[in-house]
């Protein structure tokens, strides 16, 4: 079963950092990229970014570039938001999804989030 983690969310003063992790089970890294959505308070999802093997790091989001970026450990089977300069309007619940194959692909499985508050 195709099963994705997260962990690592928590309460963070402004310009602090955190990481992010997606602990993958069930399908190897190599055939899916793994993407970084998050949800705030009366907002619809958004798209941040992604990695995969197929495209490297793929960017959805401006607003997140030079702040965040993914890393990835496949004998881990472990992906890793990095956050830095992080602000207020970062606050949010924090999700990654597997997608088939490539950073545009079908959204398959999404991990269950994991809160990022972020006070100013």
């Known amino acids: 079963e195709v099963q994705l983690v997260e962990s690592g969310g928590g309460l963070v003063q402004a310009g602090g950092s955190l990481r992010l992790s997606c602990a993958a089970s069930g399908f190897t890294l190599d055939d899916y990229a793994i993407g970084w959505f998050r949800q705030a308070p009366g907002k619809e999802r958004e798209g941040l970014l992604c990695i995969s093997s197929r495209d490297g790091l793929t960017y959805y989001e401006d607003s997140v570039k030079g702040r965040f970026t993914i890393s990835s450990d496949n004998a881990k089977k472990t992906v890793y938001l990095q956050m830095d300069s992080l602000k207020p309007e970062d606050t949010a619940v924090y999700y990654c999804?597997?997608?088939?194959?490539?950073?545009?692909?079908?959204?398959?499985?999404w991990g269950q989030g994991t809160q990022v508050t972020v006070s100013s």
């Open positions: 999804v597997a997608r088939w194959n490539h950073c545009g692909g079908d959204l398959r499985r």
